[in-house]
């Protein structure tokens, strides 16, 4: 005995609905949202799992970008300024631009820029860099470090990296 496809077997719409269900259609349960069961999700909803994940996905890619970017700046940060405490210790020692320049670049890595001064008892050395971040199409993010050293006893006075510093004036001249 067969029956029509639209009606369901006795007893089944009470079962049925006593659950919260609405009645067997042709196509699978009645729900109040669209077509359930056998014949899948309603039609107005095909694909909006998939321009969800599609929206997350941007989202997360985009955040995490945005966190490794600070990292990578404060990191930079940290490196020049450790550069720049490196170089101050060679130039208050007497060590010749050249030298400072290499003792900041060393720590600071390739890239960096390096200006020093001694003068007035101090050597000031400033580095410069700058750091691209993870996402195409933003601009560099410029770090400076600057790190200032007494100069040690016996250590010469005078012009360190192309910067002038007369000795006893106070500060250096040209130091930033």
């Given amino acids: 005995m067969t029956r029509p496809p639209d009606r369901a077997a006795p007893g089944e719409d009470a079962a049925r609905e006593a659950v ?8 699978g349960l009645v ?4 077509l359930v069961g056998r014949g ?3 039609r107005r909803d095909a694909g909006g799992v998939t321009a969800e994940l599609a929206l997350g996905l941007v ?13 990578r ?3 930079a940060q940290v490196r020049v300024v450790d550069a720049a405490t490196a170089g101050a210790r060679a130039a208050a020692r007497g060590a010749s631009p050249a030298d400072v320049a290499a003792a900041a670049g060393a720590v600071a890595g390739p890239g960096a820029g390096t200006s020093s001064a001694v003068g007035g008892g101090r050597a000031v050395v400033v580095v410069r ?3 691209e971040l993870l996402l195409p199409g933003t601009p560099s993010l410029p770090v400076v470090g600057r790190s200032t050293a007494a ?3 016996g250590a010469g006075e005078g012009a360190v990296g192309g910067v002038a510093g007369a000795a006893g004036d106070g500060p250096p001249s040209g130091a930033p």
Avoid: D, F, M, Q
Wanted: no cysteine; hydrophobic share 50%.
């Fill in 129 to 131: 860099a700058r750091v």
């Fill in 59 to 71: 989202a997360v890619v985009v955040a995490l970008s945005a966190v490794l970017s600070v990292g």
């Fill in 31 to 34: 729900a109040r949202g669209g």
């Fill in 73 to 75: 700046a404060v990191e």
């Fill in 20 to 27: 919260g269900r609405g009645p067997v259609g042709r196509r």
């Fill in 40 to 42: 899948g999700p309603a």
């Fill in 151 to 153: 100069v040690e006893v």
